[in-house]
């Protein structure tokens, strides 16, 4: 409990202070697309990684070419994956192209360290239907459907690069 006084009037709050050492500290896995957790890679899908002290800075690239953002790199296997977003409290990465199946041992570091390894299962590719979010400045395409949102990323890349705005 935390108490203010000015002489004349007193406040009091909760207040929730987190402590430690500034390593990463992945609380969960996250489907970006549908906001499910669990098992959530499937091949080339983006996933994020959620927690404290993830990255040093809010940075993205949708590119996809670049490996570290806001000092944060995600390891998958042991081998760096791209990370098209990076914040202190989440990590989005693109999940590897491999087999269905494969065990994935998930890791983020940063400069101050290395977070605890986080296991998911590789799952197979599905189909997707979602609705195409009205980017700002743009009107909503008038199509109803899209097989997967990863055809939504490549379009929004490709197409609308000048449009994206930091998440």
């Known amino acids: 409990m935390f108490t203010a006084s000015d002489g004349s009037s007193t406040i009091s709050s909760e207040v929730i202070v987190q402590a430690a050492p500034g390593v990463p500290l992945i609380k969960e896995l996250r489907d970006t697309a549908s906001g499910s957790s669990g098992t959530v890679c499937s091949p080339g899908s ?3 990684l959620r927690g ?6 809010t940075e993205s690239d949708w590119s996809g070419d670049r490996q570290e953002l806001g000092g944060a790199a995600v390891l998958v296997n042991g081998s760096r994956v791209p990370v098209p ?3 202190p409290t989440e990590v989005t990465f693109k999940c590897p192209n491999t087999a269905a199946g494969a065990i994935l041992n998930l890791e983020l570091e940063t400069a101050a360290g290395r977070s605890h390894v986080i296991n998911t299962v590789l799952r197979e590719s599905t189909l997707q239907f979602s609705r195409y979010p009205k980017l700002p400045g743009t009107k909503r395409p ?3 459907s899209i097989l997967s949102w990863r055809c939504l990323e490549t379009i929004v890349t490709r197409v609308y690069p000048h449009k ?4």
């Open 46 to 48: 983006r996933v994020s």
């Open 52 to 57: 404290g002290w993830l990255a040093g800075a």
């Open 85 to 87: 977003a990076a914040s």
């Open 142 to 144: 008038r199509l109803s």
């Open 164 to 167: 994206l705005a930091t998440r």
